[in-house]
């Protein structure tokens, strides 16, 4: 028997109630039983029944004025929120990802990738159903021109991000959340957090609530900051550059003298009675390679000096070292150290700017050069070892046997003008912290190596892109 619940039925079965009772009681009397006790059982039931139907009514009017409160705090919440909220009506996009899930369709990503068109059918298949204050005030529209329109123009410029959100939606996810780009109504781009909640019985969330918040201004000082950091950086490579001012001109010197030594040769093969053409192309050969090496030299100088906007290229971390090693050649030989690179077997990638890495590999190659010659050690010895910390981090260390680091400088190595030198500036390091922090990374330092000098250390992510075959790095640069 189907349960007595609605207010309709509770009458009907007053009224019905009343009525057997009434044609009982009628029987009765004729029957010769007692009629008033009967029609008294027939009342009383009946007005239970009605007390019953009347207190279902103020029940239901309680309800429903909870209801009409509740849907008016949430009204209230969603105009007034200092937040950019739009509500989607996605039940059209439900329809489609219930054809697909039935068609077998397990994972959108796949199916994107074979069906790129499917991307602007979801975009078409969202409409907006309404906008709060802060969102007509950031997108534009004005508040009642939201009903209904699609959202394809705002993806415009991060469709990459829509996708993800699509197939966050339908693993069933009810959240989703990224930093992104969007159009607003006049075409102008603004960047924000996009979040979006799905609302809704499960896997049948038809009404999707998208919050935006500007992010323009946070991102703005990041930029200035990294711009600052940039500028600070060139400064110390500039000044790096001077240390080395030496080192260069010898290494740029080599190649030049071996231009004019065979220069020389090849016209005395020349200025003989009969010429040597054999002769005479081997020097010319030679002065090539010898021209190329110095302007090597002179790129790898201009790309110290230059002032330029950080890169994030996909980079072979120890390539990186082995071009710093260049540099510092012949500073080191002339301070009479030893420099042994250990690459990483696993060649590690790394995403970042390659003159940046480069200054950090230098710097601490040159501290730790001129702290063995402060000590006026005799065995004075680099090593530079790069190893997997684990699967997304590599680790680069650079040893030194010189004195190592007093206990009491240790809290200070990073901080700004920190410097036990005579001529130095103590923002070598800090420098070098902002890069590596930069870069996603740490840095650190311990008072003593394995080698019984100082030890110092970074970190840094390690970039997706699948790791190269070993190319021939060399040990000891
Ligand atoms: P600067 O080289 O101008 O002093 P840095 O910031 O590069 O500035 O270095 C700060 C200080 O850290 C140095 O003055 C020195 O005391 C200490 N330091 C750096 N590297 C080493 C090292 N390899 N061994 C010992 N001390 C070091």
Redesign the pocket.
């Known amino acids: 028997m189907r349960p007595i619940q609605t207010i309709r039925d509770r009458i009907l079965l007053w009224a019905w109630g009343s009525l057997v009772l009434t044609l009982l009681s009628f029987g009765c009397s004729l029957l010769g039983d007692n009629f008033t006790t009967i029609a008294f059982a027939a009342f009383l039931a009946s007005s239970l029944t009605l007390v019953g139907a009347i207190m279902d009514i103020t029940a239901l009017k309680r309800a429903h004025v909870e209801l009409e409160r509740s849907e008016q705090r949430y009204r209230h919440l969603f105009t007034r929120m200092p937040i950019a909220l739009r509500q989607l009506d996605a039940s059209r996009l439900l329809v489609l990802f219930r054809k697909l899930k039935a068609e077998g369709v397990k994972d959108l990503g796949p199916y994107f990738d074979s069906h790129p068109e499917f991307l602007r059918t979801c975009m078409d298949a969202l409409s907006f159903e309404e906008a709060n204050e802060r969102a007509v005030q950031m997108f534009g529209g004005g508040p009642n021109g939201y009903v209904g329109r699609a959202m394809a123009d705002t993806w415009r410029e991060r469709p990459d991000t829509f996708r993800r959100a699509m197939e966050s939606r339908y693993r069933g996810e009810t959240n989703f959340e990224e930093e992104t780009r969007m159009v607003t109504w006049d075409g102008r781009i603004v960047d924000v957090l996009f979040t979006t909640a799905r609302v809704g019985p499960i896997n049948d969330l038809e009404i999707s609530l998208v919050g935006t918040i500007d992010i323009s201004p946070r991102l703005r000082a990041q930029q200035e900051l990294q711009r600052v950091q940039a500028e600070f950086a060139h400064a110390a490579r500039v000044s790096m550059l001077g240390e080395l001012t030496a080192s260069i001109a010898h290494e740029v010197n080599q190649p030049l003298a071996a231009i004019a030594t065979n220069g020389a040769a090849g016209l005395r093969w020349l200025n003989r009675p009969v010429p040597d053409i054999g002769e005479i192309r081997k020097t010319i050969e030679n002065i090539v390679v010898d021209t190329q090496r110095a302007a090597r030299i002179v790129a790898r100088v201009r790309g110290m000096a230059s002032r330029k906007v950080p890169e994030h290229a996909s980079l072979c971390f120890d390539e990186i070292v082995r071009e710093a090693l260049l540099f510092l050649r012949h500073e080191l030989e002339s301070r009479g150290v030893a420099i042994l690179h250990r690459p990483c077997p696993a060649t590690p990638q790394v995403v970042g700017d390659r003159t940046q890495l480069q200054q950090i590999i230098v710097?601490?190659a040159i501290?730790?050069a001129?702290?063995m010659t402060q000590a006026a050690h005799d065995d004075r010895r680099i090593v530079i070892s790069t190893v997997a910390q684990d699967a997304s981090t590599l680790c680069c260390s650079v040893e030194?046997n010189?004195?190592?680091?007093a206990a009491e400088?240790a809290g200070r190595?990073f901080e700004s003008f920190?410097?036990?030198?005579e001529s130095?500036?103590?923002?070598?390091?800090?420098i070098c912290r902002s890069i590596v922090e930069a870069h996603g990374g740490r840095i650190g330092?311990e008072c003593s190596a394995a080698h019984g000098?100082?030890r110092?250390w970074f970190t840094l992510p390690k970039s997706v892109a699948a790791e190269s075959p070993r190319p021939d790095l060399g040990v000891g640069a």
């Open positions: 710097n601490l501290n730790a001129q702290a030194d010189g004195p190592g680091i400088h190595l920190f410097t036990t030198k130095g500036m103590g923002m070598g390091l800090p330092a000098g100082a110092f």
